[in-house]
């Protein structure tokens, strides 16, 4: 097996999340189609960049069966309540401190990629695919196919690291090693990734 040299980061519920004990239970249902084993197709048309954020906010209150002004609310401040994940922060200043080159493939709508790169633990990112850009969503093999030849990336020498079973299967059928990241135990999941990198890389 080669050498990993390359890790990609998917981003919400891997590099970022929102702290379920700093908002209200009401505020969380309000997004809980997020947990399903796939998106609504208005939320994924709004990651593909194929739907304004004027609309979705118009699908999200039919979705909650609310007025448009509640949920422009909570949209806005769902993008400004995302936190970087501290165990994930740490994991990523390691990798990049090991000369590994880092990357994110994410599916991701503008507005709200326009807040995560402002963030300190972005500037550890060598290269980026979102989705909101490229008009395709994980996990069609278009967008890893993309990311491979905008940066040159092997297959055989790329790791993959995201909380969504498709999206890290379609990896795996690109050649990629993959590790399926649970939001829930994050402390795990990075310590899965530092010992998948030992054991390959020793």
Request: net charge negative; glycine share 2%; hydrophobic share 40%.
């Amino acid at each position: 097996m080669q050498r990993i040299k390359n890790i990609v980061f998917d981003l919400g519920g891997v590099v970022f999340s929102r702290d379920p004990h700093k908002m209200e239970r009401a505020f969380m249902e309000f997004f809980s189609y997020i947990h399903l084993p796939k998106m609504p197709t208005f939320w994924e048309e709004y990651d593909r960049g194929a739907v304004s954020y004027d609309e979705v906010v118009v699908a999200l209150a039919e979705w909650n069966r609310c007025d448009v002004e509640l949920a422009h609310r909570n949209l806005q401040r769902a993008i400004a309540t995302q936190e970087q994940m501290p165990a994930t922060k740490r994991l990523i200043e390691e990798l990049k401190a090991a000369n590994y080159k880092l990357y994110v493939l994410s599916n991701m709508s503008l507005e709200f990629i326009e807040f995560l790169r402002t963030t300190d633990v972005y500037r550890n990112f060598d290269g980026e695919v979102v989705s909101c850009f490229e008009k395709v969503v994980k996990p069609d093999a278009a967008i890893y196919r993309l990311l491979e030849e905008r940066y040159s990336l092997n297959p055989a020498e790329t790791l993959f690291v995201d909380d969504r079973e498709a999206n890290v299967v379609a990896a795996r059928e690109r050649g990629w090693s993959a590790i399926h990241f649970s939001t829930c135990e994050a402390e795990r999941s990075c310590d899965e990734v530092r010992e998948l990198l030992h054991t390959i890389n020793a």
